[in-house]
């Protein structure tokens, strides 16, 4: 269902939003071309069939017990199409979540926390500023994921990253090298990286995100990820003879 | 203390499920069409493979051997005796393994963290690692729950939607890849079910003083719950098998808590930016609920990020006095002590932060002999008498 009018909205009725009207600056056109663009996406469908508001999701919900937050609400204003109340919690809430999938014990069979995914992957695309808020300090993660195919590495294993775990963090900074050294499986000698990943397998990670619009969602959220990123894969592909 | 669900009560009355009423469709059967009409190449089971019954009361198969074993990125970089555990059990039981080189993590640890991602490249990444295995002839073995979890995810969207099938066929056909999916999705902790009895055949160490807790990894039974093992004779069929039953056979106690369907805390981008959470998480509802309740030994869990929220939110909370200190670790890492694998060389739980030293005890090995006879491989390293503790060492 598309709608172009803005009046039926429930969110429009005098009184009627669940929550006081937040982002009164963002013109209304703005917001419903993202919950489209959420509604377009191919696993929409499989997330959403409606909400009987029981709250069974909230039940399961860690971060609804450390957060203002509720999937319970994710899914009502889905359900109803509240487009200011989703804009909001596109920025105000989404990020709360722990895409732990409890939700998914959901009688009507959403997926409060596949609705999420969705919704923070629209607000990514978009560069929404609290997107480009919710990622500061974490572009070292992308950086690491996307140029070495593993997401953590032995030697992000340092004491000012990690005083919170204890003094054996600075141990095992200290020893890395000795101690990976000391791993039977051949594929774990690294410090750098989780595993050995192959150069070709480098490659072929790289044409993937080449040839989907990863980059483009990386630059919306920060310029300047985007250019490191670039710069390692273009010079990689570039040697390998592949023209981008 | 809180009332807790009575597991015996369970058992008493074991529930039995039907497969022709599950409420989904049997993926594989939707599998094997989009094979028969020549659009994917569905990779089979391997044999010798167990048949275990997952949720709905389906069978799926699980290989013995001739497993290509994908990596987790958060086992190898910061709980490296998690991989080695399953690879070293693997060798023990005489089962042949490949540990590639030729693939990439799942990718999906990031995009539940920061969405910077999207159907077709989360697609692409896991298609190309199944079309990887498929190339060497060996079947992929999921070491992460979060990979498998998502993996799963990106088989819903492969074989229902057509448009996303196309995208991802098209980004393989660039790579000159096939577009391959593997008959079942397999986690390594299945595999460990599946050969808890030879496990249990090859126990040198007494376990039946031991009691543990379990933690069951939400992306394993919670995300497309379908493809999780359950059985009618562990919790009566109403909870998931996997890890318990392995515990079980091992003869050491699983203990009860009420809060065994919470998750760990991990929350994805939490543990990396926002640990306040993780740490909050993992005391007040994990590891304080199971001190209360039952008490435990250790935590066995069946995730990387199960294993690291847990085990290393406990620091801090002790400068407050909370009642933490549990040690936490795999049930492959469990199920390779009860073997007689070596608690540094194998397990390498001088990674792990909670105190483990008075379980060890308890399972009656001598942790600071150990500790010595892993300082002289150090040595030898140090001094470059050898380059790598291999496998050889280790057996030695
Ligand atoms: S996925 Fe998100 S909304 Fe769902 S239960 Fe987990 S934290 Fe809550
Ligand atoms: S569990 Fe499902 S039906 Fe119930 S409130 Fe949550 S989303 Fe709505």
Known sequence: MSRAAPATTFAQRPGATLAPRAYEDVPYEEKLALWEEVKADPRFPDYLYGCYECGICVAACPSARFYDFSPRKIAQAAAREDVELIFEQMNDDVWNCSQCFSCDRCPRQNSPGGLITILREVAVRHGLASSQEALEGYGRVVYKIMTTGTQVSPDMLQPDAFPDWGPDVKEVSDQLDLWRRALPPETLHTTSTGWEVSEKTLLELYLIWHYSDVMDMIEEVDEGLHMIILDVMEETLEEAGYEI | ?396
């Open chain 2, 1 to 396: 203390m809180t009332s807790i669900i009575p597991v015996e009560s369970l058992k008493t009355k074991p529930f039995r499920v039907d497969p022709s009423e599950a409420p989904t469709a049997d993926i594989r059967e939707a599998l094997f069409e989009l094979e028969e009409a020549g659009e994917i190449i569905v990779q089979r089971v391997p044999e010798p493979y167990v048949e275990v019954m997952t949720k709905y009361g389906r069978t799926k198969k699980i290989p013995l051997g001739q497993t290509w074993h994908h990596k987790s990125c958060g086992q190898c970089g910061h709980i490296p005796g998690y991989s080695t555990a399953i690879f070293w059990l693997t060798r023990k039981l005489g089962y042949d393994y490949l540990d590639p080189k030729d693939q990439t993590s799942c990718t999906a640890w990031n995009y539940y963290a920061s969405a910077t991602s999207n159907v077709a490249a989360q697609g692409g990444v896991a298609m190309r690692n199944f079309a990887a295995a498929y190339e060497t002839g060996y079947f992929p073995i999921i070491h992460c729950g979060t990979s498998y979890g998502h993996y799963k995810e990106v088989r819903q969207e492969i074989v229902h939607h057509g448009d996303v099938r196309e995208k991802v066929r098209d980004i393989m056909s660039k790579l000159g890849k096939p577009l391959v999916m593997p008959e079942e999705i397999v986690h390594y902790s299945e595999w460990v079910h599946a050969v808890r009895d030879q496990i249990a055949q090859h126990q040198v160490r007494d376990f039946s003083d031991i009691v543990a807790c379990v933690h069951p990894a939400c992306h394993y039974y919670k995300l497309i719950q379908e493809d999780a093992i359950y059985d009618p004779d562990i919790y009566g069929g109403q909870r998931t098998a996997t890890v318990s039953g392995l515990i079980l056979a091992l003869g050491a106690e699983v203990a009860d808590y009420s809060t065994f369907f919470d998750c760990c805390g991990f929350g994805f981008r939490h543990i990396l930016v926002s640990r306040d959470f993780s740490r909050s998480f993992a005391t007040m509802r994990k590891i304080e609920v199971m001190k209360e309740e039952a008490n435990p030994d250790v935590v066995i869990t069946h995730d990387t990020g199960c294993v690291t929220t847990l085990d290393k939110s406990q620091f801090a909370p002790q400068a407050h006095g909370r009642n933490v200190g549990v040690p936490v670790m795999s049930d492959a890492q469990f199920a390779a002590l009860a073997m007689g694998a070596h608690p540094y060389r194998v397990c390498q739980l001088h990674w792990h932060s909670t105190d483990y030293r008075p379980l060890l005890e308890k399972m009656g090995i001598d942790w600071e002999a150990a500790w010595i006879e892993f300082e002289k491989d150090l040595k030898r390293l140090e001094a470059n008498e050898i380059e790598y503790l291999t496998w050889e060492d280790v057996d030695g």
